[in-house]
């Protein structure tokens, strides 16, 4: 490990700052240190730390499918796949499969079957621990590299309605045009984004900032009725990332306008 001091001599007390190699990434990290200087024997006596992360290749989790329709009785199977910061496939350890709103799940490594018990909308979550990433430091006196697992939990959503034995229609067609909250919420890197339209007409659908100019575009076309979805990786019109924080989300159709808040994280 290499170090860069800077202090004054003839002090008792020295605070430093400390530009080390990292003990992962290789790459500078500045630290904070202090020590003792001894005005007799010129010796300086530090003790400093340094710390740094580096985030294991897993991104993302997708389900598969992400939104699905079922009728009262029957079954769906789901699928979880990893994914890297480029959209990879990236293999997971097996997720934690839970469902919100009813029904059962069978669990079978990275796939669920999820029967329909009750009527309703109901969510399917994939839960990953990734401890493939780790947290270094450096030990105060040898500064000896020191590293520690770090565990990072990425979820993986998907939709489903479960719909009545005696309806003849598969998929619901609501009375007026419905924004859903946009999931995961908050968002990394990728988010999807439901809405429904109640009749067939020329939807629009925007990303803007909190100040209300346009960032993307998701949705310019002519629509057919019922659900439908759409996924937004967190960039701009010019293919830019934009930065962490809340942005709106604008649907206008059938003469009508809905707005909801998203949030964008780290």
């Known amino acids: 490990m290499r170090t860069t001091i800077s202090y004054s001599p003839g002090l008792t007390a020295v605070?430093?700052?400390?530009?080390?190699?990292?003990?992962?990434?290789?790459?500078?990290?500045?630290?904070?240190?202090?020590?003792?200087?001894?005005?007799?024997?010129?010796?300086?006596?530090?003790?400093?730390?340094?710390?740094?992360?580096?985030?294991?290749?897993?991104?993302?989790?997708?389900?598969?499918?992400?939104?699905?329709?079922?009728?009262?009785?029957?079954?769906?199977?789901?699928?979880?796949?990893?994914?890297?910061?480029?959209?990879?496939?990236?293999?997971?350890?097996?997720?934690?499969?839970?469902?919100?709103?009813?029904?059962?799940?069978?669990v079978n490594g990275n796939s669920a079957t999820f029967t329909a018990t009750q009527e309703g909308n109901h969510t399917i979550t994939a839960t990953v621990i990734d401890t493939s990433g780790f947290t270094g430091s450096t030990d105060e006196t040898t500064f000896a590299a020191i590293e520690t697992t770090r565990n990072d939990t990425i979820v993986g959503v998907a939709r489903i309605r479960v719909d009545p034995v005696t309806g003849t229609d598969k998929y619901r067609v609501p009375s007026t045009v419905e924004l859903n909250q946009n999931y995961p919420?908050?968002?990394?890197?990728?988010t999807t984004i439901p809405y429904t339209l109640p009749s067939a007409g020329w939807a629009k659908l925007q990303v803007l900032d909190v100040s209300g100019g346009t960032l993307r575009i998701l949705v310019n076309k002519l629509e057919s009725p019922g659900a439908h979805e759409i996924r937004w990786d967190g960039r701009n019109e010019s293919g830019l990332a934009v930065p962490p924080g809340t942005y709106l989300l604008r649907l206008s159709a059938r003469g009508k306008v809905v707005l909801k808040k998203m949030i964008r994280i780290r």
């Open 15 to 106: 605070f430093m700052r400390i530009l080390v190699v990292g003990p992962l990434s290789g790459l500078p990290v500045i630290a904070h240190a202090q020590g003792t200087h001894d005005s007799r024997s010129g010796r300086l006596h530090i003790k400093a730390a340094a710390q740094e992360a580096k985030e294991g290749p897993l991104a993302s989790i997708i389900v598969d499918p992400i939104i699905a329709n079922v009728i009262y009785g029957n079954q769906q199977q789901f699928t979880a796949t990893g994914k890297d910061a480029s959209g990879n496939t990236v293999p997971i350890p097996d997720p934690q499969w839970s469902v919100t709103g009813g029904g059962t799940i069978a």
């Open 185 to 190: 919420n908050p968002f990394r890197l990728v």
